[in-house]
């Protein structure tokens, strides 16, 4: 079935799709901050004065007495917050303030305790912190990065990437050579919900100057690995997908596709590398047309507004934990701060691929609930 006036379906998506780039995290609840004064003793100059008071100043003075951590709670809040209390008991003891745990019924929830001043940190989804930005002041910290569900036992790994690329794909030898090849061609979209199945590569055709709407026979194939195979089979002409994806079911040997030389996912294409390996895929082989912007993993975000030194402290933990084998092989994730390696100035604009995503197909966040 095709795709008939998206900007209208969209506004009733967005929130619902936060929640899927994103199981069994939130937010934090907030607590009020106490500013402590440092009297400096009695007599002598103002120079003395200032020593004094330079001495026994407190620099967590303004720090909340209790941090809340908010998560969200799903079908079972009591579950999430057992697999949460490791993470929780290390940035207890890193921090040494106390910790609340919350855990709220929906993201959006989680996001008004926030802009209320009743949370102040929340691990969302990447669409979920967006809209957190717009609406309480959020600011990420960190990035969070998990193991493959694959691996049996998790350890830090210094290559993974924080981020997820869609592609758009074809099957070799049918004709298709490039993305504007697919005007008026059969086109398998995962679900509308899907930012690297739907959201993501509708962007990537748009940019190339087709409208799905209109110059595609779309339909939505219901999950990432239908959808790639409807392409191998021939069901479509093509369609849009992640490229852990199509790693998986090759190597479950239900596909046979044309990756990078290097053996890496999540590794940003230049054209030219993604047309060299098209041109060298046998024909019957599903190939990339397109790589999509990076999709951003879930951030660390926390209320702006609370001090600086706090945030920073904060910060200092969450990337210290790829340091605690026993607590990343317990909680299975770490977090990294990517903005160095992208040359981003600040890590908000990490989710700048985003909001073009939001503009470009008129996404209303507010009514992603």
Request: aromatic share 8%.
């Amino acid at each position: 079935m095709g795709e008939h006036s998206m900007k209208h379906r969209w506004k009733g998506t967005l929130l619902a799709l936060a929640v899927g780039a994103t199981l069994a995290f939130g937010a934090a609840c907030a607590s009020d901050e106490e500013t402590t004064t440092a009297t400096p003793a009695a007599g002598g100059g103002s120079a003395a004065v200032a020593a004094t008071a330079a001495a026994t100043e407190d620099p967590r003075a303004d720090w909340p007495e209790k941090f809340v951590l908010g998560f969200f709670g799903g079908d079972d809040a009591e579950a999430v917050l057992e697999r949460q209390q490791p993470f929780i008991d290390y940035l207890t003891a890193e921090l040494g303030v106390e910790i609340e745990a919350f855990t709220g019924t929906s993201y959006g929830a989680v996001i008004e305790a926030m802009r209320a001043d009743r949370v102040d940190a929340m691990v969302v989804g990447p669409f979920s912190y967006v809209l957190a930005v717009q609406e309480a002041d959020a600011e990420a910290l960190a990035i969070y990065t998990s193991c493959s569900s694959s691996v049996e036992v998790c350890t830090y790994n210094p290559n993974a990437k924080p981020f997820y690329q869609s592609v758009i794909i074809t099957k070799k030898g049918n004709g298709i050579e490039t993305i504007e090849d697919l005007r008026g061609q059969s086109y398998a979209f995962v679900d509308p919900a899907s930012t690297s199945g739907h959201l993501a590569p509708k962007t990537l055709l748009i940019k190339r100057g087709l409208d799905p709407d209109a110059e595609m026979k779309t339909v939505f194939a219901g999950s990432h690995p239908t959808a790639a195979l409807a392409v191998y089979n021939g069901t479509t002409t093509g369609g849009g997908t992640n490229e852990g994806n199509l790693q998986r079911l090759a190597k479950e040997g239900q596909i046979q596709v044309c990756l990078w030389s290097d053996g890496e996912i999540s590794q940003p294409r230049t054209e030219e590398e993604i047309r060299s390996t098209f041109e060298a895929c046998p024909d019957g082989n599903i190939a990339i047309l397109g790589v999509t912007d990076p999709i951003p993993s879930t951030p660390f975000a926390i209320r702006s507004e609370l001090p600086q030194s706090f945030k920073d402290a904060v910060k200092a933990a969450l990337l210290a934990m790829k340091d605690d084998a026993e607590l990343v092989k317990t909680a299975r994730y770490w977090y990294q701060d990517p903005s160095g390696d992208l040359g981003l100035e600040h890590l908000d604009h990490f989710f700048n691929s985003l909001r073009d995503i939001a503009k470009l197909l008129d996404l209303d966040l507010k009514s992603m609930e």
